[in-house]
């Protein structure tokens, strides 16, 4: 099963009008290049992310059915800009699994974008058949991360070595 480009919406629309958004292939290359006018949020465009695009580019460059499951900008309907970005790694993996990441920028913090991107996340995971793991993989230094995916039934399932983030904790929960 495929995932579409369609925008992905929180399952409680009443609750959240959050979503995420499809990231145009362009805009993606463009921000790889380091074209910081490529998108509207300073944060993004700047060198925290830029990896991160480097990243996603050449993944789907290489493996173009991964572009509609990657990074998604974080879109409040309220908010000027995108406040931050949240997606999955690629399509699963040949045992079901895909992982999670998520990112708000800084002026966007602790107003819950993170919790409402991951609800979106397992929400879209639950809706194909063929993932049956969700992973995220979380630095043990970042207690708000491991305290969000910990209160949504994920637990720790061992360590591995990130060569850009160091020691992660791999933290894992059925799709269902």
Not at 92 to 97: A, E, L, S, V, Y
Not at 125 to 131: E, K, W
Not at 141 to 169: M, R
């Amino acid at each position: 099963m495929t995932v579409t480009d369609r925008s992905w919406r929180h399952p409680d629309a009443a609750t959240s009008g959050i979503r995420l958004e499809l990231i145009p292939s362009e805009v993606l290359h463009a921000l790889a290049r380091g074209e910081s006018d490529a998108i509207d949020s300073p944060y993004l465009a700047g060198p925290v992310c830029s990896s991160l695009w480097r990243l996603r580019s050449e993944q789907i460059l290489a493996t173009p059915a991964d572009h509609p499951w990657v990074t998604r900008l974080i879109v409040d309907p309220d908010a000027p800009t995108p406040v931050g970005v949240a997606g999955f790694h690629g399509a699963p993996d040949d045992k079901g699994m895909v992982e999670v990441g998520y990112r708000v920028d800084p002026a966007w913090r602790r107003r819950g974008y993170a919790r409402r991107a991951l609800e979106i996340l397992i929400f879209e995971a639950r809706l194909h058949s063929d993932v049956t793991t969700v992973r995220a993989s979380i630095s043990p230094d970042d207690a708000p991360s491991i305290a969000l995916v910990t209160a949504y039934g994920f637990v720790a399932n061992g360590e591995q070595w990130d060569d850009e983030d160091g020691l992660e904790i791999v933290y894992e929960r059925d799709a269902s």
